[in-house]
Structures are given as C-alpha cells and as structure tokens.
Nanobody
Framework: QVQLVESGGGWVQIGGSLRLSCAAS????????MNWFRQAPGKQRELVAS???????NYAGSVEGRFTISRDNAKNTLYLVMNNLKPEDTAVYYC????????????WGQGTQVTVSS
C-alpha cells in the first residue's frame, strides 16, 4: 500500500501564492508518474499537472505559466507551487500517484482545500 498526505492548502488573496506538498509513504516503489487534480464545488475533478519519474511535466491550459509541479524522489514528496492565484483556482486539491510499471493500483490523497478570494 501507499499513503499520500497533502499539506499546504489554505486561504490566499487573489494574486497570491501557495505551495502544496504531498508526502508519500509505504511501498513507494510502486509509484510512477504523479499528478495534482482539483475539484471545485459542483464541478468534476480535473487534472491540473503531471510529472513523470524522470521529471517531464504537463499542465492544464488554465494553469500553464502560473503553476509548477515538481517531485523529490529521494524524499518521496510531490510539490505544486501556485502563483498568481485566481478565484477560479479555488478547489480541493488532490495528490494522485499512477502505478509504476508492473503494478496496477493507483493512489489518492485525502485532499487539501485552497481558497482564493479578495
């Protein structure tokens, strides 16, 4: 099993910044690519950013240029730096781990709330 625990959420003013962290523990050798998803009230969960084991990244168009995903494989930690935050970024942010080659299960964190307002 793998456990994912997010931290770093909270309230921030429009235009502000936050850094989310996701600490992985357990059988972390089962983890492949990692992702940040978010879900706003009344909306479907959406993929925000992804990063491969080797560090290749992809972003949703709505956050490109404002958010940066990174991972520290030695510390088993995933990060999301969010700059120039907008009200539409308000959501619960979830850490997600894809299975590494040879494994099948994926994993979710419990989520952390990010609220952006004036």
């Amino acid at each position: 099993q793998v456990q994912l625990v997010e931290s770093g959420g909270g309230w921030v003013q429009i235009g502000g910044s936050l850094r989310l962290s996701c600490a992985a523990s357990g059988n972390t050798f089962r983890i492949g690519a990692m992702n940040w998803f978010r879900q706003a009230p009344g909306k479907q969960r959406e993929l925000v950013a992804s990063i491969s084991i080797g560090g290749s990244t992809n972003y949703a168009g709505s956050v490109e240029g404002r958010f940066t995903i990174s991972r520290d494989n030695a510390k088993n930690t995933l990060y999301l730096v969010m700059n120039n935050l907008k009200p539409e970024d308000t959501a619960v942010y979830y850490c997600h781990a894809d299975p590494h080659y040879g494994w099948t299960a994926d994993y979710w964190g419990q989520g952390t709330q990010v609220t952006v307002s004036s």
